[in-house]
C-alpha cells in the first residue's frame, strides 16, 4: 500500500511511520511544515497528488492545558482539520483512519470504557477530540489510545528517567488511574486495521492498568531505581493546579478488538523494559 501519514513527526507519527515501512509498505510521511490540515487547499492538494491507498492521521493539538486558553486553536486542528482529511478521503477514494484519545470520557466512571460506552468530555481537548470523531465518518478506522510513550516526544517515562538522575523524592498523582500505551504497539495495531481496511471505533491501548503514582513505580523499577522514592499526591495536592480537567478513571477496555477476534496488545509492563532500555541507551 501506499500510506500517507499526517503528523508524522509526532510521537506515535514517527512509530505509525515506521511500522508501515518496516513491513513493506510505500509511506509519505507529512508534518505541519509540509501539510497544515487546518488549510483545506492544502489538504485537498496534498492527498490528489500522493494518491494513498491510506491515509493515518497523527496529526492533533496534545497540550491539554493549552487548549482550555485556545479553544478556536483545539477546534482547528483537532476537528475542522479532521473535516478536510475526511473530505479529501472520501474524494479520492483512500481508506481513513484517525487517531483519537481517552480524554473524550468524564472518568466518572468506575470500570474501564469500552467502544459503547458514551463520551463525556469535561475539557476543551477532549471535546475538540471528540468532535474530530464526530468529522471522521462511518467508514474511517477510528483509534482511541491513551497515556501513550514512545522513544520520541515527551512522555512520563522520559520525565521519570530524567528526575530519577536528580537528587529527592518524584510526586506523582494516584487519584488519576489509566491505560499506559507504548506507540510502537499501538503502531503494530493500526498497520493490521488499515490493512483489513475495518471501520469503526477500536480502543487500542496496552493491557494492563495504573495510576501515575503506580506507573511511575513501574519506571523506576525498569530502570533499577529504587521505586520507594516515588511519592503519592492528590489532583487536589498538584502546585501548580492544571488549568485542563483530568478523568480520574479514563482506563480503556479493548473490547471491539477482542471481539473481533484480534490479538490485544501486551501488558504495557514488556513495552516499558523496552523503552527504559532504549532511552538509558
Known amino acids: 500500500m501506499r500510506v500517507l501519514v499526517t503528523g508524522a513527526a509526532g510521537q506515535l507519527g514517527q512509530d505509525v511511520a515506521a511500522q508501515f515501512a518496516a513491513t513493506g509498505h510505500d509511506v509519505i510521511g507529512a508534518d505541519r511544515s509540509d501539510?497544515?490540515?487546518?488549510?483545506?487547499?492544502?489538504?485537498?492538494?496534498?492527498?490528489?497528488a500522493v494518491r494513498p491507498d491510506v491515509l493515518v492521521n497523527c496529526a492533533a493539538l496534545t497540550a491539554v492545558d493549552a487548549c482550555e486558553s485556545d479553544a478556536e486553536g483545539a477546534y482547528g486542528v483537532n476537528a475542522l482539520g479532521v473535516r478536510h482529511l475526511a473530505e479529501a478521503t472520501r474524494r479520492f477514494?483512500?481508506?481513513?483512519c484517525h487517531?483519537?484519545?481517552?480524554?473524550?470520557f468524564s472518568g466518572d466512571k468506575p470500570e474501564p470504557y469500552h467502544e459503547w460506552d458514551r463520551p463525556d468530555p469535561r475539557s476543551v481537548y477532549g471535546a475538540s477530540k471528540l468532535a474530530g470523531e464526530q468529522e471522521a465518518g462511518a467508514s474511517a478506522t477510528l483509534v482511541r489510545t491513551s497515556w501513550l510513550c514512545g522513544g520520541s516526544g515527551s512522555n512520563i517515562v522520559?520525565?521519570?528517567?530524567?528526575?530519577?538522575a536528580e537528587d529527592g523524592p518524584l510526586r506523582f498523582v494516584d487519584d488519576q488511574r489509566g491505560s499506559p500505551s507504548f506507540a510502537p504497539d499501538v503502531a503494530a495495531v493500526i498497520e493490521q486495521l488499515c490493512a483489513d481496511r475495518r471501520p469503526g471505533l477500536y480502543h487500542v491501548t496496552n493491557q494492563g492498568e495504573a495510576s501515575w503514582y503506580g506507573f511511575a513505580r513501574e519506571i523506576m523499577v525498569a530502570a533499577g531505581h529504587d521505586p520507594n522514592r516515588v511519592e503519592?499526591?492528590?489532583t487536589a495536592?498538584?502546585?501548580?493546579?492544571?488549568?485542563?480537567p483530568r478523568p480520574s478513571n479514563s482506563v480503556l477496555e479493548n473490547r471491539a478488538l477482542g471481539l473481533a477476534g484480534l490479538e490485544l496488545p501486551a501488558d504495557y509492563r514488556e513495552p516499558?523494559?523496552?523503552?527504559v532500555a532504549e532511552l538509558l541507551g
Open 232 to 234: 503519592p499526591i492528590t
Open 35 to 48: 501539510l497544515d490540515i487546518c488549510r483545506r487547499d492544502q489538504v485537498l492538494g496534498a492527498v490528489g
Open 93 to 96: 477514494d483512500v481508506h481513513f
Open 272 to 275: 516499558l523494559k523496552r523503552l
Open 237 to 244: 495536592e498538584m502546585d501548580p493546579p492544571r488549568p485542563a
Open 99 to 104: 487517531v483519537s484519545t481517552d480524554y473524550v
Open 158 to 164: 522520559g520525565t521519570v528517567l530524567r528526575l530519577a
